[in-house]
């Protein structure tokens, strides 16, 4: 049983699989980053299987990475452990058999756009937002800055990158990063009649196609992004803007809310 992942199967060999940890805005840790390419490959082992809807439980698609994971890192094998975890969970997502339709709802930022980026289609809907936020931490998102190019092209993978810019559904859709724009209500049914669609479809004729799409997905891009980026999160830099960023969260949450207006 998944931790952080909850899987439905439904008709036409399709599946919705939802990021669930509602609480964390659907961050995601080192267990959801594990069981992620685990259950793509149960799916990909599965006949009844050949389409599935990614999306999130709550409001939101997924902050990103787990920041508080963070806490554990010291040396350089550390992060390089962890940014291996990641990144190979977002390839697991573009290189499986199994086609993947995001469905996105809310904010979709860092590791969050990222995961955008690796699946095959992508359906916000209007309230959608989508960001590189990892700047803002000293970070750069290596899987963002491999892939976003072949995506949304260089120059809005600079702008995002490099200013850590949220942009909405609109804007998200006019540069390729999404496909289609949906009212938030629709946004789920419409991803699965979608999904059904495609799963009426031979399944062979299906993978194959996929597989050809992305036949210049290989091992030495990705090894690249995995060492550049653990070498930059090990660096003072950034590992002191992270324990920044945790502090301020840590005083946010210990602040009593305001009295709303009138008590």
């Known amino acids: 049983m998944s931790e952080t992942l909850r899987l439905e199967r439904g008709p036409d060999r399709t599946a919705v699989l939802t990021m669930n940890r509602p609480e964390k805005y659907n961050a995601m840790n080192h267990a959801m980053f594990r069981e992620l390419p685990e259950t793509l490959r149960a799916l990909d082992a599965d006949p009844d299987v050949s389409v599935c809807v990614l999306t999130g439980a709550g409001s939101c698609f997924s902050a990103g990475g787990d920041i508080a994971d963070f806490d554990s890192l010291e040396g350089i094998e550390d992060y390089r452990g962890q940014v291996d975890l990641a990144l190979s969970a977002f390839s697991a997502v573009e290189c499986c058999q199994t086609t993947v339709i995001a469905a996105v ?30 700047v803002t931490l000293g970070l750069m998102p290596g899987y963002g800055l491999m892939r976003g190019p072949d995506v949304i092209g260089r120059p809005w993978t600079r702008r995002l990158a ?13 540069i390729g990063l999404v496909q289609e724009v949906v009212p938030h209500a629709n946004l789920l049914e419409h991803a699965r009649d979608l999904a059904r669609r495609i799963g009426r479809n031979s399944p062979t004729a299906v993978q ?43 005083r946010r949450r210990a602040r009593p809310d305001p009295p709303s207006v009138g008590r």
């Open 208 to 250: 194959s196609g996929k597989r050809m799409i992305n036949r210049e997905i290989g091992p030495p891009g990705l090894a690249g992004a995995i060492e550049a980026t653990a070498l930059l999160q090990a660096t003072p830099e950034c590992r002191q803007q992270v324990a920044e960023f945790m502090a301020e969260r840590a």
């Open 162 to 174: 490099l200013t850590g810019d949220e942009i909405d559904a609109r804007v998200a859709e006019r």
């Open 105 to 134: 709802d809310g904010i979709a930022f860092g590791g969050g756009t990222e995961l955008v980026l690796a699946c095959d289609i992508v359906i916000a809907s209007e309230r959608a937002r989508f960001a590189f936020k990892e």
